[in-house]
């Protein structure tokens, strides 16, 4: 045991080059994880996207875009890839910020990029977009964190952020950001869940 009680460690170098640790009480070489399946149909996606970039940038149009929002809004959003934000609301180039994570949940990075859209780019809205069929409502956050430390040897120190109902879940994290002080405009603060199946939005109260 090391002098704070947790597990004894020893730093290696694995074959990638990189240090790992060895927690030797319990066996795991940190940073090395088990192999996960790879989907028969994936190929990597980068050398196309290069090409797709060349072309794009042969009649780029956003040249001289404002770096402020022109609309002074934010959206956090799911980061699910059926959800094209710009396209489903209507937004130019330049509009908004998008802040994505897994879910959209209001995390404390997701309050940390608000911040700086407010204080340094002068945000004043913020809409928040969950949706239905989200893969975080297909898992338990012990669950989840379970099967990861299965796989890693460490568990997670933090929140999956998993949910039943995506209505519930906007109307929470609308909660979190009006209890934050780190907010400062809350007076335009809105809530929708977006249906994949029609692409309609549903806007949620926040009581």
């Not at 990638?16 to 996960?36: A, D, F, K």
């Not at 879910?103 to 002068?122: A, C, H």
């Not at 945000?123 to 975080?136: D, F, K, M, P, Y």
């Not at 999956?160 to 995506?166: A, K, L």
């Amino acid at each position: 045991m090391s002098a704070r009680g947790s597990p004894a460690e020893s730093n290696a170098t694995g074959e990638t080059g990189r240090p790992e640790v060895l927690i030797s009480s319990e066996g795991y070489l940190l940073g090395q994880t088990v192999p996960v399946p790879v989907p028969d149909d994936f190929s990597p996606n980068a050398d196309d996207l290069l090409v797709n970039n060349a072309e794009f940038v042969r009649t780029f149009p956003d040249a001289g875009l404002a770096l402020t929002p022109q609309r002074h809004l934010a959206i956090v959003a799911c980061m699910d890839s059926r959800m094209d934000i710009f396209q489903m609301l209507g937004l130019a180039h330049g509009d908004a910020h998008i802040i994505r994570n897994a879910g959209g949940v209001v995390t404390d990075d997701v309050v940390r990029s608000l911040v700086v859209s407010q204080r340094l780019m002068k945000t004043q809205e913020i809409v928040l977009i969950h949706h239905t069929n989200c893969g975080l409502q297909s898992v338990t956050e012990d669950g989840f964190k379970r099967e990861i430390e299965k796989d890693c040897g460490i568990k997670p120190w933090w929140a999956i952020e998993t949910f039943n109902d995506p209505y519930e879940d906007v109307r929470q994290s609308m909660a979190r950001l009006a209890h934050s002080p780190f907010i400062v405009y809350k007076d335009h603060i809105r809530g929708f869940v977006y249906d994949v199946e029609t692409g309609a939005l549903v806007e949620v109260n926040a009581n």
